[in-house]
Nanobody, 127 residues
Framework: QVQLVESGGGLVQSGVSLRLSCVAD????????MGWFRQAPGKEREFVAG????????AYADSVKGRFAISRDDLKKTVYLQMNSLRPEDTAVYYC????????????????????WGQGTQVTVSS
């Protein structure tokens, strides 16, 4: 049974940093690309960042490029999202996700390419 558990969210002021973690279980983590998405109230879920199964490539939404960084630790079966210079518009529930397809040559950026989702962690940035 696939399990993805996010943590690290919270209420912070604009400009500070947070690091989100997502611990995976129930599947061979090291051969799966992983992604982070977010959903703000009243908005569609959107792609934030993704990392290739071998760590050889990453992708980011334009809105977070240069501020956020995704990484993975296969020994800990954990994917991280380091979020710097947070802004009020980053306020959302953040989800990690894994696809059904193993390996692959690109980072998946569409939500329908991912099949398994965590429960989400709330990030609130005050101005």
């Amino acid at each position: 049974q696939v399990q993805l558990v996010e943590s690290g969210g919270g209420l912070v002021q604009s400009g500070v940093s947070l690091r989100l973690s997502c611990v995976a279980d129930g599947f061979p983590f090291s051969i799966y690309t992983m992604g982070w998405f977010r959903q703000a109230p009243g908005k569609e879920r959107e792609f934030v960042a993704g990392i290739l199964w071998n760590g050889g490539d990453t992708a980011y939404a334009d809105s977070v490029k240069g501020r956020f960084a995704i990484s993975r630790d296969d020994l800990k079966k954990t994917v991280y999202l380091q979020m710097n210079s947070l802004r009020p518009e980053d306020t959302a529930v953040y989800y990690c996700a894994s696809p059904v397809r193993r390996w692959g040559g690109r980072v998946y950026m569409e939500s329908d390419e991912y099949s398994y989702w965590g429960q989400g962690t709330q990030v609130t940035v005050s101005s």
